[in-house]
């Protein structure tokens, strides 16, 4: 299972890192990302990074957040710096392989306000 955290109130402009645990018996995981949820709308994409450490961004993030992983630890992070009101919503992480697995974190809530 998959254990998100570091969701929290911050300003615009600030910053926070979320960290996502996997824990139990999770193998052959071929990419790992966040996902997010805003009120009234679809999920969407934030950003992924495979086994091979390719990473890939939505446009709307870019330059801004940074996913990274610690295979040792099996865990993901997405760093997110000059946070907008914009960026509000449950982030969620997700560890997947095409066909063979596919995890869902239980969210963590982003509120970027003053």
């Known amino acids: 299972q998959l254990q998100a955290s570091g969701g929290g109130l911050v300003q615009p402009g600030g910053s926070l890192r979320l960290s996502c645990a996997a824990s139990g018996r999770i193998f052959g995981i071929n990419a790992r990302g966040w996902y997010r949820q805003a009120p009234g709308k679809q999920r969407e994409l934030v950003a992924t990074i495979t086994s091979g450490a390719n990473t890939n961004y939505a446009d709307s993030v870019k330059g801004r957040f940074t996913i990274s992983r610690d295979i040792a630890k099996n865990t993901v992070y997405l760093q997110m710096n000059s946070l907008k009101p914009e960026d509000t919503a449950v982030y969620y992480c997700?560890?997947?392989?095409?066909?063979?697995?596919?995890?869902w974190g239980q969210g963590t809530l982003v509120t970027v306000s003053s």
């Open positions: 997700r560890y997947w392989s095409p066909g063979r697995a596919d995890y």
